[in-house]
Nanobody
Framework: QVHLVESGGGLVQAGESLRLSCEVL????????WAWYRQAPGKQRVMVAR???????NYEDSVKGRFTISRDIAKNTVYLQMNSLKPEDTADYYC??????????????WGQGTQVTVSS
């Protein structure tokens, strides 16, 4: 079983920065995809940043140049560095991984979510 533990959300002013962290705990052989999603009030959950084990990285258009996804494989942790935050970045942010284990195959896992609020 895989469990994701997020941290790093909070309240900041526009223009400031935050770094979200997500540690992947439990049993798995390999993580294929690491990603961050966000869900603003009344809206659907959308992908913000995505990184694959093959090195491909994708960002949602509105965060390009401001957000950076990175991984520390040794710590089984993925980060989302968010710079130049805007009020429209306010949302609950969710960590996501697709992890492979010999007993379960590839499975999707989600973190519990962490709230980011950006004031103007």
């Amino acid at each position: 079983q895989v469990h994701l533990v997020e941290s790093g959300g909070g309240l900041v002013q526009a223009g400031e920065s935050l770094r979200l962290s997500c540690e992947v705990l439990g049993r798995f052989f390999k993580i294929n995809i690491w990603a961050w999603y966000r869900q603003a009030p009344g809206k659907q959950r959308v992908m913000v940043a995505r990184s694959t084990s093959t090195g491909t990285t994708n960002y949602e258009d509105s965060v390009k140049g401001r957000f950076t996804i990175s991984r520390d494989i040794a710590k089984n942790t993925v980060y989302l560095q968010m710079n130049s935050l805007k009020p429209e970045d306010t949302a609950d942010y969710y960590c996501y991984v697709n992890a492979y284990d010999f007993s379960t195959g590839s499975q999707d896992y989600w973190g519990q979510g962490t709230q980011v609020t950006v004031s103007s």
